[in-house]
């Protein structure tokens, strides 16, 4: 069956520290994206990438990196620069002018610091 | 800057009835209308979407309406089920914008038996 995984579904980090949360896709699509979800808040994301080897800000990208080398994959590197860490992470992707079809969500990840 | 919002932070409904979720929104580029329905500790999943050039949209128990002079769209769901118990976001999309999607701050729906 083809889908969006993400792992691992709980991460703890120290402060202080990078982390890397997985992203990983099987449905041939183009575009990927990450965004977070906080308490009483929608999704707010925090890049995207529609082709391999290229990505975009999105409106919280501070404190985080990406990369795009595969186009199964879209790894989310939160860094120590990141100040409120703590969220609820999701992972997407879409065909290329998605328009009525949407998004397909990964499971989330949910991220600690400690 | 909330470009899209949903102004109920949860809504309570009794089952067989019907439950209508609001939302609002400020760009008037918006191109697609999504709404996507949450369990707790999961990703979204897709419901129903509407184009901008329609105003309304129904699968099964489910409708979506839109009204682009007011800038609001709405879904019902009718009879609501226990099953429909979730966080419902609605999103919205230009085409001008590479089609990121931007999301309401959810609301919670609870059916009550």
């Known amino acids: 069956d083809g889908g969006i995984t993400q792992s691992p579904k709980y991460l703890f980090r120290k402060e202080g520290q990078n982390v890397t949360l997985s992203c990983e896709q099987n449905l041939n699509h183009d575009a990927m994206y990450w965004y977070r979800q906080d308490p009483g808040q929608g999704l707010r994301l925090i890049y995207y990438?529609?082709?391999?080897?290229?990505?975009q800000k999105g409106d919280i990208a501070e404190g985080y990196s990406v990369s795009r080398e595969k186009k199964e994959s879209f790894p989310l590197t939160v860094t120590s620069a990141q100040k409120n860490p703590t969220a609820f992470y999701l992972c997407?992707?879409?065909?290329?002018?998605?328009?009525?079809?949407?998004?397909?969500f990964g499971s989330g990840t949910r991220l600690t610091v400690v | 800057d909330q470009q899209v919002k949903q102004n109920s932070p949860s809504l309570s409904v009794q089952e067989g009835r019907i439950s209508i979720l609001n939302c609002d929104y400020t760009?008037?580029?918006?191109?697609?209308f999504l709404w996507y329905k949450k369990y707790p500790a999961e990703g979204p999943t897709f419901l129903i979407s509407?184009?901008?050039?329609?105003d309304k949209n129904e699968d099964g128990r489910f409708t979506v309406f839109l009204n682009k002079s007011a800038k609001h769209l709405s879904l019902h769901i009718v009879p609501s089920q226990p099953g429909d118990s979730a966080v419902y976001f609605c999103a919205a999309s230009a085409i001008q914008g590479a089609q990121k999607l931007v999301f309401g701050q959810g609301t919670r729906l609870t059916i009550n038996p």
């Open positions: 990438s529609q082709i391999v080897n290229d990505f």
């Open positions: 760009n008037s580029m918006f191109d697609y």
């Open positions: 509407i184009s901008s050039i329609k």
């Open positions: 997407a992707s879409s065909v290329s002018g998605q328009g009525l079809l949407g998004y397909t």
